[in-house]
T-cell receptor
Framework: DGGITQSPKYLFRKEGQNVTLSCEQN?????MYWYRQDPGQGLRLIYY?????DFQKGDIAEGYSVSREKKESFPLTVTSAQKNPTAFYLC????WGSGELFFGEGSRLTVL | RKEVEQDPGPFNVPEGATVAFNCTYS??????FFWYRQDCRKEPKLLMS???SGNEDGRFTAQLNRASQYISLLIRDSKLSDSATYLC???????????FGDGTTLTVKP
């Protein structure tokens, strides 16, 4: 079945540790996105990529990094520079220009 | 002012009620519009796209007013299973990214 797979679903880390969240899609979509959601709030864009080997900062990129070496994959690293990393992280993809987003099931990160 | 603003809610309605959600957006360059549904602790899922001509899918009707930069979602004959958070989303093709409202929570009670 086509879709987006995020892993891990739940992750616990100590303060000061970098964490990498995986996002893989087999929908052949060009565009991929990372969002963060805090309780009671909407989704905020961290980074997005329209094409392989290219990505742009979203609204809250500080403390995060990404790579796009393959069309199918868009991993997100939450670095120790991110002040409040505990959140629900959602990866999405879309056909470029369509605006219709397909989401993975999300990764819930808790920093202890 | 936020780029996309929704009714704060929450909306608590009895089964069978009609409920309407409103959303305004500030960026006139926004070109595509959507309503997503998000269940508690789950990922958002597309409910419907929104067109200027209006579109209907069963009990759900979405409307777009570009002049007023306003989007609406009407749910008729509410079911218990409609309980969720509804997210208004605008997409800017030039920027290549979507902006989400904070969502409106609906609880349908027996």
């Amino acid at each position: 079945d086509g879709g987006i797979t995020q892993s891990p679903k739940y992750l616990f880390r100590k303060e000061g540790q970098n964490v990498t969240l995986s996002c893989e899609q087999n929908l052949n979509h060009d565009a991929m996105y990372w969002y963060r959601q805090d309780p009671g709030q909407g989704l905020r864009l961290i980074y997005y990529s329209q094409i392989v080997n290219d990505f742009q900062k979203g609204d809250i990129a500080e403390g995060y990094s990404v790579s796009r070496e393959k069309k199918e994959s868009f991993p997100l690293t939450v670095t120790s520079a991110q002040k409040n990393p505990t959140a629900f992280y959602l990866c999405a993809s879309s056909i470029w220009g369509s605006g219709e987003l397909f989401f993975g099931e999300g990764s819930r990160l808790t920093v202890l | 002012r936020k780029e996309v603003e929704q009714d704060p809610g929450p909306f608590n309605v009895p089964e069978g009620a009609t409920v309407a959600f409103n959303c305004t957006y500030s960026n006139s360059a926004s070109q595509s519009f959507f309503w997503y549904r998000q269940d508690c602790r789950k990922e958002p899922k597309l409910l419907m796209s929104v067109y200027s001509s209006g579109n209907e899918d069963g009990r759900f009707t979405a409307q777009l007013n570009r002049a007023s930069q306003y989007i609406s979602l009407l749910i008729r004959d509410s079911k218990l299973s409609d309980s969720a958070t509804y997210l208004c989303v605008v997409y800017n093709t030039n920027a290549g990214k979507s902006t989400f409202g904070d969502g409106t929570t609906l609880t349908v009670k027996p």
